[in-house]
Nanobody
Framework: QVQLVESGGGLVQAGGSLRLSCAKS????????MGWYRRTPGAERDLVAA???????NYAEAVKGRFTISTDNAKNTVYLQMNNLKPGDTAVYYC???????????????WGQGTQVTVSS
């Protein structure tokens, strides 16, 4: 059984920064990567960034150059550093455990509870 617990969301002004954390416990076959998704009301969850155990990363175009995903394998934790935040980044952010196939991230059915990020203008 895999459990994911996010933290670090909050309210920030446009141009500010936040760092999200996701602590993973447990293991399952085929989990070789972690990802961050976000969802706004009425929309599907969209991939924001993902990172493989080998360090391969994948970013949504909207966040390239502003967000950085990283891992601390000793702590089984994945981070999302978000800089130069914009009101359009406002969403609930979810952590996911999955895998990479080539350069594409594939989520598996392990999700955190979500953390709210609100960016004011």
């Amino acid at each position: 059984q895999v459990q994911l617990v996010e933290s670090g969301g909050g309210l920030v002004q446009a141009g500010g920064s936040l760092r999200l954390s996701c602590a993973k416990s447990g293991s399952a076959v085929g989990l070789n990567a972690m990802g961050w998704y976000r969802r706004t009301p009425g929309a599907e969850r969209d991939l924001v960034a993902a990172i493989s155990n080998g360090g391969t990363t994948n970013y949504a175009e909207a966040v390239k150059g502003r967000f950085t995903i990283s891992t601390d394998n000793a702590k089984n934790t994945v981070y999302l550093q978000m800089n130069n935040l914009k009101p359009g980044d406002t969403a609930v952010y979810y952590c996911n455990a999955g895998d990479f196939y080539g350069s594409d991230y594939y989520p598996m059915h392990f999700w955190g509870q979500g953390t709210q990020v609100t960016v004011s203008s």
